[in-house]
Nanobody, 126 residues
Framework: QVQLVESGGGLVQAGGSLRVSCAASGRTISIYGMGWFRQAPGKEREFVAALTWSGTNVYYTDSVKGRFTISRDNAKNTVYLQMNSLKPEDTAVYYC???????????????????WGQGTQVTVSS
């Protein structure tokens, strides 16, 4: 079992920055990669970014490329999402997720992830 706890959400003005964190505990040795997803009110949850735990590969959805950066600190079993140049449309609950199976499922699919955090709210005001 892997437990995930997000933190760092909050309210920020458009154009501002925010960093959210996700601390993993439990059987972290089984983690192959981590991902961030978000869900805006009235919308389906969508993929934001992901990386392999080794840091070798990173993935972003097009709408956040150049603005968001995913990173990890293996010593702290923590993954971060640095969000810059935030827009009102970035407002959502942000979830982190842990992938423990390599497989062929794409990183953008929720099906690739076995464990999820409870989410942290990010609100961007215009």
């Amino acid at each position: 079992q892997v437990q995930l706890v997000e933190s760092g959400g909050g309210l920020v003005q458009a154009g501002g920055s925010l960093r959210v964190s996700c601390a993993a505990s439990g059987r972290t040795i089984s983690i192959y990669g981590m991902g961030w997803f978000r869900q805006a009110p009235g919308k389906e949850r969508e993929f934001v970014a992901a990386l392999t735990w080794s840091g070798t590969n990173v993935y972003y959805t097009d709408s956040v490329k150049g603005r968001f950066t995913i990173s990890r600190d293996n010593a702290k079993n923590t993954v971060y999402l640095q969000m810059n140049s935030l827009k009102p449309e970035d407002t959502a609950v942000y979830y982190c997720a842990a992938r423990i199976r390599i497989g062929t499922t794409g990183w953008e699919s929720e099906m690739a992830y076995s464990y999820w955090g409870q989410g942290t709210q990010v609100t961007v005001s215009s």
